[in-house]
């Protein structure tokens, strides 16, 4: 796996293919930091309100993509 700089380099770089790969891999990062970071926060009992308005999402938009992983069961 490239770096988040190598990452970064290319999309800025010359070839549309290697720039769109490098978008995709950094929203596969993305993805994987929100959901990492969603877990984090409800395990210290942050509410799915105060995760939302993180994300600037609406409390059942952040429930509905994170609640399934998440060992609470969701409450």
Request: hydrophobic share 50%; aromatic share 2%; no cysteine.
């Amino acid at each position: 796996m490239a770096s988040v700089t190598e990452l970064a380099g290319a999309v800025g770089g010359d070839d549309p293919v290697t720039a769109l790969a490098a978008v995709a891999a950094l929203r596969r990062l993305l993805e994987e930091l929100e959901a990492a970071h969603v877990a984090d926060a409800r395990a210290r009992g942050t509410s799915w309100e105060a995760i939302a308005a993180a994300l600037g999402v609406k409390r059942q938009t952040a429930h509905r993509k994170h609640a399934h992983r998440i060992t609470d069961g969701g409450r």
